[in-house]
């Protein structure tokens, strides 16, 4: 593939990017349920593009009833708003509830939805039994729990923030405290979706140019040694200049780690979409965005790169 043919879908690629980004970014900045709505939206929207490309195995997945489990666990991410705005709601009227926890929520939404699907397949004869249920079962936790960290991470801001620590006892109770961290979430999420983004486009123009040491030519035979440094640096740069600007939460380690974990994760994410599209026979998950394939080939990264991040922020920043 020349560099015409490479290159001839990014007019329609920035197009579509002018119009995206921004909103993307409103969301993020926004948090709670707008942001909820947004990453369950490309959640499901990727999980039914992954049970579309399974279908070209020979596989039959029960998608409506992966859908429906995958935006459950998605909602589990959010549970802790939830239960307080639906625990304050009948409080007021003088109800009192049992609730359960977050992890138990996503917990039995998990085990209901394995029992509900081994049920149904009893009774089904189309196809392999073990594909249909392998391949239902693997998409709910390869895209919609992992994008489920996506909202935790932001969530993180929202419920749980150690501000004693950050801010000192005299200013932990203020609203600017609450405003201050709130917007440091915005930055944090933000800032994950540019180090994904400048990776990408640094690994693809890089790699196109210069590159001639393949990757991993039997996964993708597009992708060069070249172009993969090119986006690794790219990305440990963004977050550090996002640490030293916007994210003073943050140390200059954790800046530098984190840039670690997008420029490493985040292309074996792009990596592993590849292997299911080869597999699948198949260059895109879909064509529903102009320019860019399936909704899928544009959050490959982060779908895999977000539980490394939200653990590392919860258990090594946060904790």
Known sequence: MNLTDRFERLPTRVAVAVVAIPLIALSVFEGGYWFFAFVALISTISLYEYYGLTKHKGAFPLTGLGLMAGLSVNAGFIYERIQVDVYSWFIERGIHLKMF???????VVLIVFLLVILSVELFRT????????GSTVTGVLIISLCFGFLIGLRELFSYGFPVHRFFGSAFSDG??????????????????????WVCDTAAYFVGSMIGRHKL????????????????FVCAVGVIIAAQQTVLPYLRLVDGIALGVLVGVFGQIGDLVESKFKRDAGLKDSSALIPGHGGVYDRFD????????????IDFIVLS
């Not at 979430?185 to 994950?192: F, Y």
């Open 101 to 107: 926890s977050q992890l138990q929520f996503i917990l």
């Open 126 to 133: 189309k196809g392999s039994a073990l594909l249909n249920v």
């Open 175 to 196: 609203s600017e405290a609450a405003t201050i961290v709130h917007r440091w979430g915005g930055w944090t999420v933000l800032a994950l979706f540019v180090s994904v």
């Open 216 to 231: 991993y030519e039997r996964v993708s035979p597009s992708k060069t040694w070249e172009g993969a440094v090119t986006g």
């Open 301 to 312: 990264s982060v779908v895999f790169l977000s539980p490394f991040v939200y653990l590392y």
